[in-house]
């Protein structure tokens, strides 16, 4: 039954989405006659791929040196707060501090008096690589370190590194040459999900990215909205594919590679470094990450409370409160469709997840399958806009949320995938032999027993229903606005007084779902369950 | 904690029920689908919902950052709107498209629309009443106070300005319209002959436009970052220019120097100019598309959105500020900037392919 | 009573023929004995184990005949057998608390204070009623076989299997646990069928040696 289950699951999730999509992707250009225009797409397409590659190099980097230290319930706070506020209100915040006319000169200003006007091109240039890097990077490290933490509690890491330091290795390099290399195969899906994301994301490079021209998906996006013939978006959707298969080739080549580098290390270097680092780097990156993503916070709260608040000054001239009174009317109802829109996906999306890994587990196939993950790897514009056209644009709520679970379920697989397929069955077996049924089994002893991961798949699941804005836009039309569709269309107004107010509204919701759930330090933190 | 939690739950479960179970509006509500990003013309359209509930329409205003969204989903696939607020390239698509509805002949209150206005092309597009004014836009530069001297200012002030103050100019790129309708401004104020861009683009479009891109290579060295970076928007540009980071902004809301000062959004003092000796006019429609379920009421909507009463509100400086498209009775109105006529419609496309074949 | 009849085990092979893992023709443990299998590793001591719980074996060919007390069991689920299983690590639920644990083990027929009283009185008998509300990650390797052996005992089994259940423990510890649990097994005067490699572990029922066993 549990197969049937999970064929059906991978039947409705993945398969019937993908081929109820397929026509737009092939009839999305505008008739034929579509002259290739090469000069449009070289340059987005080598700075998306350097960008990309730079990009998913870091994250990697840093977050497999902050995994070393999570596993506190703080680390996991930090984690939850970076994932549970929106892009574009991530991005609009970290404007807010670092851009030149952000806090951070202002402050500059106010102490030192040297920059009347803001300076051209620090902290964080407006429309650059690197701007876009950064942020890019600080919203792709936490969901890594997720995986990865889920990851690492079905490997014995610590042991081992006891183990190594009893041999006289520094914990440090005893992490990357031991745990690492352990670890790396495990996290290629979740690699694989951020170098789609930072290929084929739109809203942050439009913010604050390049445009002349911009990165590949800046291009196709706006390809896409031109009404002029030569609308090239079909040739940037397959840019936009050759570029996620060359470079899952690349990451495979790089995970394919480390394990010699790492004989290579082991063999030559000393078994601590020369230099005694007092502050490990990992440590520094979470303190740096806490502290940014509450500032973020608190930067857009200023803004929703002030009224003008012109450089150089520090507090707003004048304030503006009354701006949450006349709103609060309007948006409590949007929270209100997002909650119980976000609710029922992320139940639906978890219990589809355990469906297909409960499969998984009992047929012992340990490994993460693609299948379930292809729906990250397809970009949404090109799914929803076929979907639609298949539905209509009437008020369709089951088909809005089906289009929610499509989008939550890779992400459930991907965070409860560690924890569920080790589950050892000797569990199962100690609870029968106590005289419960399998069945009895399955649901007292095992569920409970992935408790934490559960939690952490469906506050995820959360958040990612929280943030979709083209499947609740294009397929309920007007008829079940969330807090989300209407956030964004007033940020493209660009004033962001009113748009903070909103980014913090959409980030309460899931903040509040990951405390609720995750916060309390439960007494499973220690809980080796894979035999 | 968790006790807590269950009880949030709960008192949504409870409110959700209560919604739920509101007997469903004997109205059917009527779809408009509008920019959502100023929020002056946000909590007008909440206003006008108050004032059509008591006619028996609901209004509902679906907030969305692109209009061409909903465009695109017109001509390739499905919506339920059955209001938009539209003009340009946009209209010109749905036009094309065939996908709007003749609705000139339903709206009574267009005879009070003021005949001085040229209201009958969009952008250079004949409307032929598919569409119905609702507002009127003058492209024109905001500028702070010590910076631009004078009511206007020509291309060649502007490039002696740049060039003074490097890096403190900037233009929204195009294609984004305020963008495009800067280089026409721009050409306005170059060309010797400027009535030759009500026809449309001929072979003589080279010759035409040759000043404005020689103009266009001495300015962009000065512009901020140098021109290899351009605002996405015009609010983009005018948070910058609020702050400092530019000396202009552009606008098509000629009322928009008062209303915005007024908002907190830019520094009093902030100046209104035209580049060039007039202001490209045009206007902006609302228009019902022929998927409508609700065309009744959507006339409706129009009619009362033409009505003095709306228009008068909707000219409030302190709120939206949109100059009405009906002749209203008021001295007091603020007055309008000098009007130059709009290009016609294929200098859009011609110019937007040029500038970004020569820049991008 | 458990008694194993004509017992033949076979592994799957992958060129489709089969070979024999182990055969025991006759097996009877009385109650309060304690029956001990021996042999090297791979002679097929867990999978015998495994056999008699009712676990399904995977790439094995069983057949053969299991009684409990003259009830034919060798076809029901591991659930209806009555048959207690102790491993190697105690194996106590991790997710729950040691009283949890014991709760969790009693027959459904007690109502929730007969219950109570039970795994309290357990517990007592092991001087260990401090730690009725500790995690079973905060107990020590003694304490957890004694309390993962009074939660099998709990259950009221008719059968009892170990599995290494000692080997886990210091050689001090070992001895006083091992009495102590061959006593609990004799006081319920259940069968039992233990499985090790340690030759102090036996006990005083049967040996069967499997390490002679090849076809």
């Known amino acids: 039954m549990v197969r049937a289950l999970s064929v059906a699951v991978l039947l409705i999730l993945v398969v019937m989405p993908l081929l109820a999509a397929l026509p737009a992707l092939f009839f999305a250009g505008q008739g034929a006659g579509i002259r290739a225009n090469w000069s449009l797409w070289l340059v987005p397409v080598s700075q998306t791929v350097l960008l990309t590659i730079s990009v998913t190099l870091l994250v990697l980097l840093s977050g497999l040196a902050i995994a070393r230290h999570i596993g506190d319930s703080r680390g996991f706070a930090v984690i939850s707060v970076l994932l549970s506020t929106p892009h574009v209100a991530f991005a609009v915040g970290i404007m807010l501090l670092l851009s030149p006319s952000g806090y951070l000169t202002r402050l500059v200003h106010t102490l030192l008096h040297t920059l009347p006007t803001p300076p051209a091109g620090w902290p964080l240039p407006e429309k650059s690589v690197l701007t876009l890097a950064i942020v890019l990077l600080l919203k792709e490290i936490p969901f890594l370190l997720l995986i990865a933490s889920t990851q690492l509690r079905q490997l014995p890491y610590q042991q081992w590194l006891l183990q190594a330091q009893s041999l006289g290795w520094s914990a440090r390099r005893a992490w990357w040459l031991l745990v690492v290399p352990a670890l790396l195969p495990r996290l290629k899906l979740a690699l694989a999900a951020i170098v789609i994301y930072t290929l084929s994301v739109v809203d942050i490079p439009l913010l604050l990215g390049p445009n002349m021209p911009g990165v590949l998906a800046t291009v196709v996006y706006q390809q896409h909205y031109k009404w002029s013939a030569d609308n090239q978006a079909v040739i940037g959707v397959w840019w936009l594919l050759l570029l996620s298969a060359v470079l899952f080739l690349l990451l495979q080549g790089l995970l394919s590679g480390y394990p010699p580098l790492v004989r290579l290390a082991r063999n030559h270097w000393q078994k601590t470094s020369r230099w005694r680092w007092h502050l490990s780097a990992g440590m520094g990156f979470l303190q740096v990450g806490a502290g940014l993503s509450l500032l973020v916070l608190a930067a857009l709260l200023m803004e929703s409370f002030a009224g003008a608040r012109f450089y150089p000054a520090l507090w707003p001239q004048q304030w503006q409160a009354s701006r949450w009174l006349t709103e609060w009317p309007y948006i409590w109802p949007l929270l209100l469709t997002s909650g119980w829109l976000a609710l029922i996906s992320a139940a639906l999306a978890t219990a589809a997840a355990i469906a297909v890994l409960e499969h998984q587990r009992r047929t012992k196939n340990r490994s993460m399958h693609w299948l379930p993950l292809l729906m990250l790897f397809i970009p949404q514009l090109v799914l929803v806009l076929g979907w639609q056209k298949l539905a209509g644009a009437g008020s369709s709520g089951p088909m809005l949320i089906w289009s929610h679970v499509v989008f939550c379920f890779p992400y459930t697989y991907l965070v409860l995938h560690g924890a569920w397929v080790n589950v050892s069955d000797r569990w199962l077996y100690q609870a029968q032999s106590l005289g419960y049924s399998y069945r009895q089994a399955w649901w007292q002893v095992l569920l409970p027993m992935l408790k934490h991961a559960v939690f952490s798949a469906f506050a995820v699941a959360f958040s990612v229903s929280i943030a979709q804005y083209l499947p609740t836009l294009w397929l309920a039309g007007g008829t079940l606005p969330t807090i989300t569709t209407e956030a964004v269309s007033i940020a493209s107004g660009g004033d962001w007084r009113l748009a903070s107010l909103y980014a913090l509204m959409q980030a309460l919701l899931p903040l509040v779902m990951f405390t609720l759930l995750l916060g309390r330090k439960t007494k499973q933190q220690a809980i080796d369950v894979a035999h | 904690m968790r006790a807590l939690g269950a009880c949030v739950l709960l008192a949504f479960t409870l409110l959700f029920a209560v919604i739920a179970c509101q007997p469903l509006s004997p109205r059917q509500p009527v779809l408009f689908y509008a920019w959502g990003g100023n929020p002056a013309v946000n909590d007008y359209l909440r206003w006008a919902a108050d004032e059509l509930y008591q006619q028996d329409i609901e209004l509902r205003h679906v907030k969305v950052a692109d209009i061409a969204d909903v465009v695109k989903q017109l001509t390739k696939g499905q919506s339920n709107a059955d209001l938009i607020w539209i003009n340009g390239e946009n209209f010109q698509a749905l036009k094309a498209a065939g996908k709007l509805h003749q609705i000139s002949g339903d709206i009574s209150q267009l005879a009070n629309v003021n005949d001085k206005l040229n209201w009958q092309t969009d952008f250079g597009e004949a409307v032929e009443g598919l569409e119905v004014p609702w507002g009127l836009a003058q492209f024109h530069l905001l500028s702070c106070s010590q910076c631009l001297q004078g009511n206007s200012v020509s291309a060649v002030q502007l490039l002696a300005y740049a060039a003074e103050h490097p890096g403190k100019i900037s233009y929204p790129k195009p294609p984004e319209f305020h963008g495009t309708t800067f280089l026409k401004a721009l050409l306005l104020s170059l060309s010797d002959t400027p009535e030759l861009f009500h026809q449309p683009v001929s072979a003589s479009a080279e010759q035409l436009t040759a000043p404005l891109w020689h103009y266009l290579e001495l300015l962009h060295p000065h512009l901020w970052q140098q021109g290899t970076n351009f605002p996405g928007s015009a609010a983009e540009q005018l948070n910058w220019f609020a702050n400092g980071v530019l000396d202009i902004a552009v606008s098509f809301n000629p009322n928009e120097a008062a209303t915005l000062v007024k908002q907190g959004r830019i520094p009093a003092g902030t100046a209104r100019l035209t580049l060039g000796a007039a202001a490209i006019t045009n206007h902006h429609y609302l228009a019902i598309p022929t998927s409508a379920a609700n065309k009744q009421a959507a006339l409706r909507v129009i009619e009362f959105m033409l009505s003095e009463k709306a228009q008068r509100r909707k000219a409030q400086l302190d709120g939206w500020g949109d100059p009405p498209v009906i002749t209203i009775p008021d001295a007091n109105a603020p007055s309008l900037l000098p009007v130059a006529d709009e290009f016609d419609a294929s200098w859009q496309p011609y110019l937007e392919h040029a500038w970004s074949e020569r820049f991008q | ?215």
């Open chain 3, 1 to 215: 009573m458990l008694r194993i009849k004509s017992l033949r085990i076979s592994q799957h092979q992958q060129t489709s023929q089969q070979t024999l893992l182990l055969a025991l023709p006759q097996l009877t443990i009385n109650g309060g004995e304690i029956a001990t299998l021996i042999g090297p590793s791979g002679s097929g001591k867990t999978t015998l184990l495994r056999w008699v719980l009712g676990e399904p074996l995977v790439g094995f060919e069983q057949q053969g005949e299991l009684w409990l007390n003259d009830q034919r069991i060798d076809h029901y689920p591991i659930h209806q057998r009555k048959i207690g299983l102790l491993y190697q690590k105690g194996d106590l639920f991790p997710h729950l608390s040691v009283k949890e644990n014991l709760l969790f083990a009693l027959p459904r027929k007690y109502n929730k204070q007969q219950k109570q009283q039970r795994s309290e009185q357990a517990l007592a008998t092991i001087e260990l009623t401090s730690k009725r509300n500790a995690m079973p990650h905060q107990l020590s390797g003694g304490e957890q076989s004694r309390i993962a052996l009074i939660r099998s005992l709990l259950a009221e089994p008719e059968a009892l299997l170990l599995d290494e259940p000692f080997s886990a423990l210091d050689t001090g510890l070992r001895a006083s646990i091992r009495q102590w649990t061959f006593a609990q097994i004799k006081q319920r005067n259940i069968p039992a069928l233990l499985v090790t490699h340690d030759e102090f572990d036996h006990g005083d029922g049967p040996i069967i040696n499997l390490g002679n066993q090849h076809a």
